[in-house]
């Protein structure tokens, strides 16, 4: 629904059939919220609402029922693969006793959605998924209140089904004869009558995913694919290196060639519009041949990373326990682990549409937070926020902050300067490399000391990272506004807060220790331009905690499994210990030459899902090539709304997290980003795929929806690491694993 059919859609034209369900924003609240009441009670105290209801509390923000019956569900979090356009749709269904396919939903867009801030962290189902399931209910409750009133009997004698309600002696209302009757722009209320889980029929259930068809058959899905009546496309030359300066510009040449429409330069920024994609394409070219730029070294050495982050001013935090816990004694065991920048690495590179029209600037873009980005843009342009309309499409492969809120600001800039029609802007592959936020290089060092049982008695945890969040909010968030000139300034760098966490996020372990302590260098210089890299610090930290968890079981002379369990008291933790465990055949497993299992867990955040890995590496000892042969899983995401989604989730995640583990890592000397193609930054193919992956979902009905998306990052590569421990009998601690640094450990 966001895409080419949005480009004249308000939200009160977009509801304007809605019969007497009238759905419109209310801000009064929002700010009654803010000032700690309720509105038109004075004084009286807002009581805490379900998910994302806490900040758009009107039940008609997120369901809509038009005269005909057809059902609108808005949602601020965005699609990009993870299949919440799916689930979302699913609750939405299950409460309000519908098919799902009579579902129509519509993702973030700053004109017609609630503001739910980014799609990050694995939160869509807490918030939005929560927000809706409650919403759909009460409406539910009051449309049959209102069936009931009409029908003369009481609510309760009355049924429902497939969004007609029903007597017992067989008289009938659908939801679009009933909404004629009474709007239903009310505030929800804190307590729901949601459904049995014992009645659900379509929670719970596989439901193939609403996205899928149209990509298969490659209909336009992607923002890449969008062309608007009249489209012009547009390249923009960026500088070579960061910090790089244009000291002249020639334009002569580019103006004749054909399909030339127009320069865009503003400052350091530079852009060309022509009538067609490869016209855009040839102009960007000669107009990057034509720039001459200044370049200055200001990158550290690649060789010496780690020391050089571990030698930068930080500002250290104790995040889990105390000063006294830092005495490790005699007999310690330690380690350091290294995890070098790492890219998003989208296939799809970044792309955006703008128009300038009547005064209204509207982006498509696949940015995952699209009024952050509006209030990013609308500041760059100096213009009030109800000026710009952002609407969220599909990009082609993001999990974090890539390229997309910049090329947002790109078509921002450049249709600015050419109204009246739509403007195309797509990056460049070597422009995605070099310019992308990427995810931030880690440093982490781990001690502890074993009791005489094998057990571990204290533990110390330290762990060095840039941000791991500079996205949008603000102008100079933004790529092309710290390069007009009149420039922006990107806003200093911030810790993100415990319990969620950055840089430390599941830096604390979800095990029980007598004596831990856990120490957060965040150190806020950025070397290289970084923000949120799918699981952000969790990925580094659990493979810190669970390759050391695994050499430490060695050193007691312990199974992996075994070990771990003596050490987690969480039964919700262990349950998923056990079924991935059992799910690979850990007590069965018969060792072969060349071949080696590892096991590793986490609860994500140590407040979202629990998941457990276990996995067959086969490690060529000539070549030095690792390869992922099975895998087996077991995941607790609380209430699994679509279950084939939590498997898509973790099957996903460990395939991403092998990529990251084998191969990832940007190159650069001390002035260039030198990763910039698929070779100088290769990653996994299709060859390379495991053999299996086997996922064990444990549902719990009526639990809390836990966060998936990012559980299985961290957990994989640490039980890859173990396994090629337990195949080539080495220790490797730095990330990736390339055959290049396998041979070198094994000594070959």
Known sequence: ???????????????????????SFSILPRLARAQGTQAGSAGAKLPALPGSLRDAPMLDSWIGIDANGSITVFTGKVEFGQGIKTALAQLAAEELVVEPRRIDLVTADTMLTPDEGYTAGSQSMQYSGTAIQNAAAQVRVMLLELAAARFNVPADQLVVQNGVVRTADGRTLAYGELVVARALHVPARPVSMLRDPATHTVMGR????????????????????????????????????????????????????????????????????????????????????????DERPSLPGQSDLYAYIRGLPSQDTVIFGSAAASAIGANSI????????????????????????????TIWTHSQGVYPLRKAIAEMLHLPEERVRCIHMEGAGCYGHNGADDAGADAALIASAFPGRPVRVQWMREQEHAWEPYGSAMVSSVRARLDGSGNIVAWQYEVWSNTHSSRPGRAGNLLAATQLQTAFTPPPPQVLPQPAGGGDRNAIPYYKFPNARVMHHFVPAMPLRVSALRALGAYMNVFSIESFMDELARAAVADPVEFRLRHLEDPRAREVVLAAAAGFGWSAYRRQRGRGRGFAFARYKNLAAYTAVAC????????????????????????????DGIRNQIEGGIVQSLSWT?????????????????????????????????????????????????AAQGPTAAALANAVADAAEVRIRDLPFTPERVKAAIGI
Request: one cysteine or more.
């Open 1 to 23: 629904m966001n895409g080419i059919g949005a480009v004249s859609r308000s939200r009160r034209g977009f509801l304007a059939g809605a019969g007497a369900l009238v759905v």
């Open 206 to 293: 596989p439901l193939q995913r609403v996205d899928i068809p149209a990509k298969l058959s490659g209909a336009a899905s992607y923002v890449q694919d969008l062309r608007l009546p009249g489209t012009v496309h547009a390249r923009v030359v960026r500088p070579p290196s960061y910090g790089a300066r244009l000291r002249s510009l020639e334009t002569g040449q580019v103006e004749r060639l054909p399909g030339f429409l127009k320069v865009v330069r503003d400052g350091d920024f530079v852009a060309v519009i022509a009538e067609r994609e490869y016209q855009a394409v040839a102009a960007g070219r000669a107009l990057a041949k034509a720039a001459s730029w």
């Open 334 to 361: 330690a380690a350091d682990y290294h995890r070098p920048y790492q890219m998003h690495a989208s296939i799809g590179p970044s792309c955006a549409v703008g128009l300038l029209q009547d005064a209204m600037l």
């Open 616 to 643: 067959e590496v086969e490690v060529e000892r000539e070549s030095g090539r690792v390869r992922l042969v099975r895998a087996a899983a077991a995941v607790d995401s609380g209430e699994a709304v679509n279950p």
């Open 662 to 710: 084998l191969y990832e890592s940007v190159t650069f000397d001390t002035t260039r980003i030198t990763s910039t193609d698929w070779g100088s930054y290769p990653i996994l193919r299709f060859a390379s795929v495991p053999d299996s992956i086997d996922v064990t979902i444990l549902s719990r009905p009526g639990q809390p929806f836990l966060g998936t998306g990012e």
